[in-house]
């Protein structure tokens, strides 16, 4: 990498922090984005949060380490986008980009001639992509999920690919790690272009716990290390997992409780296991569940708008 990264008329010079927003073309959208530029150098590596609107704990921990790693932290170049779908974020919406009711992590490559999601797909497959050495893309389950903490890493791309996408998912503090084997999604078409890359998830139910924040921050504190950008890896915390349980894919059911308002009502998540027969249900329904208005709510939530609007 040169000792100044130039992007979309964005420029960041060898030892500066650039926290300014992407405009999306020909459009009036504008993603918050950060460029940390390390002192010496490294790998470029590429950090997306909500791509889905409403998943807001990966959010909230990509805007602090956008806020809190300094230049001379690090190895390389660190790129941060946060919140990707920022209609989405403003509208509290689940899934889809309001504007032309898509799901953007299903629009990639993208078109630059196409609806909003579509050009942001576009944006981000043309022009970051290509200067990545390692993309993390960060999820949480949606404001109606609730989940547990797993990784996916991409098990279609070339041996090598793949391998090195293991390797770093393999650092994490989480008991789940799913190869997948689909081909849309941001981190899967990354990865099909030759970038090793993974989709972490934590969180859900509209919620955006400071323990989840935390606990995101030590992931991505961890993959760094690993890449070889930052020189001290974070601790594991105190009862962390230290292996991880392979499995084939994800599925989700909604549980069909009469007594319970559909607002109320979580997504069940199911991991399955290399065996075809073999399938446990990892999160289920808590009896403390907050309908979708209250849980966006949260004191912690609130401070996340604010974090959004400076």
């Not at 927003?21 to 530029?37: M, Q």
């Not at 909500?50 to 998943?55: A, L, P, Q, R, V």
């Not at 309908?291 to 609130?302: E, G, I, L, M």
Request: aromatic share 8%; hydrophobic share 40%; proline share 7%.
């Amino acid at each position: 990498m040169s000792d100044t990264l130039h992007i979309c008329g964005l420029e960041s010079a060898r030892g500066q922090k650039l926290r300014t927003c992407l405009p999306v073309l020909d459009t009036t959208t504008k993603i918050p984005i950060t460029i940390i530029n390390g002192c010496s150098n490294g790998p470029t590596v590429l950090i997306t949060a909500g791509i889905h609107g409403g998943e807001y704990p990966g959010i909230a921990a990509a805007m602090e380490l956008g806020r809190d790693i300094a230049p001379e932290d690090i190895s390389g170049c660190l790129i941060i986008l946060h919140p990707v779908n920022i209609h989405g974020f403003w509208a509290r919406r689940e899934f889809i980009v309001p504007e032309d009711g898509k799901n953007l992590n299903r629009e990639f490559p993208g078109d630059a001639n196409g609806t909003l999601s579509q050009k942001t797909a576009w944006l981000l497959s043309h022009y970051f992509f290509p200067l990545a050495d390692f993309y993390i893309d960060m999820h949480s389950g949606d404001i109606h999920e609730e989940l547990h903490p797993y990784v996916y890493y991409p098990g279609l791309p070339n041996d090598d690919i793949s391998a090195k996408s293991r390797d770093a998912a393999q650092t994490l503090d989480m008991e789940f790690m799913v190869r997948s084997t689909a081909t849309t999604g941001a981190y899967n078409y990354a990865a099909i272009s030759g970038i090793p890359s993974l989709l972490i998830e934590r969180g859900g139910t509209g919620m955006c716990l400071r323990q989840d924040i935390d606990a995101y921050k030590n992931d991505i504190h961890r993959l760094l290390h690993k890449l070889g950008c930052i020189a001290a890896a974070p601790l594991l915390q105190k009862g962390a997992l230290k292996c991880q349980i392979l499995c084939t894919s994800v599925a989700w059911n909604q549980p069909a409780d009469k007594n319970c308002a559909p607002a109320c009502r979580s997504w069940i998540q199911l991991l399955k296991y290399p065996s075809p027969s073999s399938m446990a249900v990892v999160t289920a329904l808590p009896s403390s569940s907050l309908p979708v208005s209250t849980a966006v709510n949260t004191p912690v939530s609130r401070q996340l708008w604010s974090w959004a609007a400076t």
